[in-house]
């Protein structure tokens, strides 16, 4: 078979494809590893270049997301430890009060089809709940989402309460959504902001210097 169509059916969404051939692959012998670095995550790149270049948009991003997703959901089991060590562990969640979760799940999609390990906390979660994930899941970035004015100062609260847990210098905090700045991430001291999906797979890898 011609590997190289993992990569056009992810770019082009066709999820069915997509399946379909991630287990032809495995069943002609093909390494989990191999098909997630070779295929999907440069498929996933492709696709965020064609959203900057405006040529896609945030629906051929989801589908394209969700391609993806279906073939990882058929390779992660077969993973070794060995076989594939994650770009970084991200956790993400839309702050407490806040139910949007169009972006964030966006982003998290997006970030997995970068190689990151994603610990999705849903939506309204509290500034404890994030610390308790950072402990737990050892993550090197906490990726906060608002969409609401009255929610965003929970970014704030969330950051302070990494503080007083003895976290903050070993997370990397990185916020969005449609309200919020740059302006607004050096006032609350994050260490970066993205306006969207892709800038958010940028960014992440910047914070951790990962080429």
Do not use: C, W
């Not at 012998?29 to 995550?41: A, D, F, N, Q, R």
């Not at 040529?55 to 993973?79: C, D, N, T, W």
């Amino acid at each position: 078979m011609d590997l190289k169509q993992i990569y056009e059916y992810t770019v082009s969404g066709n999820a069915p494809k997509v399946k379909e051939l991630t287990q032809q692959a495995l069943a002609e012998g093909v390494s989990p590893s191999e098909i997630i670095t070779k295929y999907l995550i440069p498929a996933m790149a492709e696709v965020g270049d064609r959203f900057e270049r405006n040529e896609f948009y945030v629906p051929e991003l989801l589908i394209a997301a969700r391609a993806m997703q279906g073939a990882l959901s058929i390779l992660k089991p077969l993973l070794t430890e060995t076989d594939l060590k994650p770009a970084g562990r991200v956790v993400i969640g839309t702050v407490k009060g806040d139910l949007h979760d169009i972006g964030k799940n966006l982003v998290s999609m997006m970030l997995q089809g970068a190689g990151f390990e994603i610990v999705d906390l849903g939506v309204d979660v509290a500034p404890d709940k994030f610390v308790e994930a950072v402990k737990e899941n050892k993550a090197q970035v906490v990726a906060l989402s608002a969409l609401l004015t009255t929610t965003m100062p929970s970014m704030k609260t969330t950051i302070d309460a990494l503080e007083a847990a003895g976290l903050r210098d070993k997370v990397k905090v990185i916020i969005g959504g449609a309200p919020v700045t740059q302006r607004y991430a050096d006032e609350i001291g994050a260490d970066g902001y993205a306006p969207d999906a892709n800038s958010a797979v940028r960014k992440t890898k910047e914070l951790l210097k990962i080429a």
